[in-house]
């Protein structure tokens, strides 16, 4: 991935490499705030909120109580759609 982003951006493989990390760590602490990240015509990264419910585990056939939680939610943009 980094020999593509280098060779697209004029970049050295370092240079790229982070590039890329700095992006992947500024949109992770985008989203562990909550925050919404938009990258135009790539998609949005968003933070979701599941809530409580009651699930059966599989092997045993007894119902447990799955906690809440909240989940990362990317939705495609135009540009990536198929």
């Known amino acids: 991935m980094t ?3 280098a060779e697209g951006a004029g970049l050295t493989k370092v240079d790229a490499k982070k590039a890329l990390d700095a992006t992947l ?3 992770t602490a985008a989203v562990k705030a909550g ?10 990264f968003s ?3 599941r809530p409580a419910r009651k699930g059966i585990n599989p092997s045993t056939k007894k119902p447990i109580d799955i906690p809440a939680k909240s989940v990362v939610k990317f939705k495609a943009g135009a540009d990536l759609a198929l």
């Open 35 to 44: 925050d919404k990240v938009a990258l135009i015509g790539f998609g949005t």
């Open 25 to 27: 760590d500024a949109i």
């Open 47 to 49: 933070v979701a909120k």
């Open 3 to 5: 020999a593509k982003i």
